[in-house]
């Protein structure tokens, strides 16, 4: 199932939750959005977002999943034995 920013629905079922979050997601991180929100944040509320959002990565993603699919770094199966 896709979902359009015109169908995202929350609180219904655990299936349409994942699919309107993954298309919450692309929308937030569309540039022209980014830009005009961040404009419009205060510093302590773009700390309160990042420290929430990347509280999230730590528990839900590997270090390497957090390496290759949200830094998009194309070394990241290295960076796990260079931490050791």
Sequence with gaps: MTIT???M???LTEEL???SFVCFLQIAG???FAKTLAKR???EEILQYVD???ALLRK???EEEYHSLFL???SSHNHAENVK
């Design 30 to 32: 569309e540039k022209k």
């Design 52 to 54: 929430n959002f990347t």
């Design 9 to 11: 629905c929350f609180g």
């Design 17 to 19: 939750d994942t699919e």
């Design 41 to 43: 944040l205060s510093s």
């Design 5 to 7: 920013p015109d169908k």
């Design 60 to 62: 839900h993603l590997t």
């Design 72 to 74: 998009k770094d194309s």
